[in-house]
Structure formats: C-alpha cells, structure tokens
C-alpha cells in the first residue's frame, strides 16, 4: 500500500474479513498502534502503516491466539512485531505470560465410522414411524 494512501473502514473491514464494529473495538483497545484519521463526518481513515498494524493485532489475535492483553503488553514492553507469523517463529511469543495466550480449541471428535448398512438404517426408519403412528392414534 501507499503510505499516502487511505483506506475507509468498510475497505479494511473487507480487505481483512473483520467486521467494522471490531476495528471500532480495537481502536479503544490499541490506541497507542491504531490512530485512523477522522474526515467528514467523523468517518475513519486509515493509513497504510496503521491497516499494517491491523493486519499484525489480527493475526495475533485470531491465527495465534494471543489475547487482547497479550497484545497489550506487546505495544507496552515495545516488542510489538511487524509480523505475526515471524513473531510467533522466533519464539519471542515466550515473553507473553500463559494468562495471555488463548486456550487452545479442543481438537474436534473424529467422526466414527460405523458398520451399519442402509438396510439397518430402513429398519429403524421403519420401526420409528410405526411408533410415531402408534402415538397418533393413541392420542
């Protein structure tokens, strides 16, 4: 991008697949690193150096699972990266006390392979809508 270049919210909303309201958000949370410039009507303007830091909060944020307050305290200590994935690489992430790391998700069950044959599954449709139809009449 062109440092001269600015960018609106709604560009850097789409060109970072985060909704508006959260670059808002992060604005109050990082104003050290996210300074947009105001036009008229007070709607926001970004340079590229800053849509550069939105890229970097993002990707700590989302792909690496720092927290709001792991990010802090990289803008506080002046360790704050140019980017994520380097960062993450260099094992500085070490400096970022576990408080401020997210919990990893949990691995998603792996789906059981079962050997019950369409035939099975026909019986117990069957045998299911009997009883649906046994509880009709019985009401």
């Given at each position: 991008m062109?440092?001269e270049?600015?960018?609106?919210?709604?560009?850097?909303?789409?060109?970072?697949?985060v909704?508006?309201?959260?670059?808002?958000?992060?604005?109050?949370?990082?104003p050290?690193?996210?300074?947009?410039?105001?036009?008229?009507?007070?709607?926001?303007?970004y340079?590229a150096?800053?849509?550069?830091r939105?890229?970097?909060?993002?990707?700590?944020?989302?792909?690496?699972g720092?927290?709001?307050?792991g990010v802090?305290?990289?803008l506080?200590?002046?360790?704050?990266?140019?980017?994520?994935?380097?960062?993450m690489?260099?094992g500085?992430?070490?400096?970022?006390p576990?408080?401020?790391?997210?919990?990893p998700?949990?691995?998603?069950?792996?789906?059981?392979q079962?050997?019950?044959?369409?035939?099975?599954?026909?019986?117990a449709i069957?045998?299911?809508?009997?009883?649906r139809?046994?509880?009709?009449?019985?009401?």
């Open positions: 062109d440092n270049y600015f960018a609106s919210i709604n560009e850097v909303s789409k060109r970072l697949s909704p508006a309201h959260t670059l808002r958000y992060w604005e109050k949370q990082f050290v690193a996210i300074r947009p410039t105001t036009g008229a009507g007070g709607r926001r303007y340079r150096e800053t849509v550069d939105l890229i970097v909060i993002r990707d700590l944020l989302y792909k690496h720092l927290t709001i307050a802090k305290k990289l506080r200590d002046g360790n704050f990266p140019t980017s994520a994935d380097e960062f690489a260099s500085n992430v070490m400096d970022v576990a408080q401020h790391q997210a919990t998700h949990p691995t998603p069950v792996k789906t059981v079962s050997n019950i044959d369409a035939g099975q599954i026909d019986l069957s045998i299911l809508e009997s009883a139809d046994l509880l009709k009449t019985a009401q």
